[in-house]
């Protein structure tokens, strides 16, 4: 059963930076893209970062600049480094992974507050 495992999330004030990481369980070589997600409440989850398995990433235009996504593939890490943070980036951050076959893996989210 594959599983992945959050950490990093927390309460930080306006400016300040937080670093999430992710374990996955599955297999390197089943791995096509590592992501990570929001949802903030009454709204609808959306995609905040991405890193294909070929290294390119893309982000939403509300974090670009402001958080960088990285993995180290042998550890099956992927991590969200997330600065100049904002009252707005409060949500329940999830990470997600997509097989070959486009299945979907996602974590149990970790919570991220920015206060102003």
Not at 26 to 54: C, D, H
């Amino acid at each position: 059963q594959v599983q992945l495992v959050e950490s990093g999330g927390g309460l930080v004030q306006a400016g300040g930076s937080l670093k999430l990481s992710c374990a996955a369980s599955l297999s390197i070589f089943s791995i096509n893209t590592m992501n990570w997600y929001r949802q903030a409440p009454g709204k609808q989850r959306e995609l905040v970062a991405r890193i294909t398995n070929g290294g390119s990433t893309n982000y939403a235009d509300s974090v670009k600049g402001r958080f960088t996504i990285s993995r180290e593939i042998a550890k099956k890490m992927v991590y969200l480094q997330m600065n100049s943070l904002k009252p707005e980036d409060t949500a329940v951050y999830y990470c997600n992974v997509e097989n070959w076959q486009l299945n979907n893996y996602w974590g149990q989210g970790t919570q991220v507050t920015v206060s102003s």
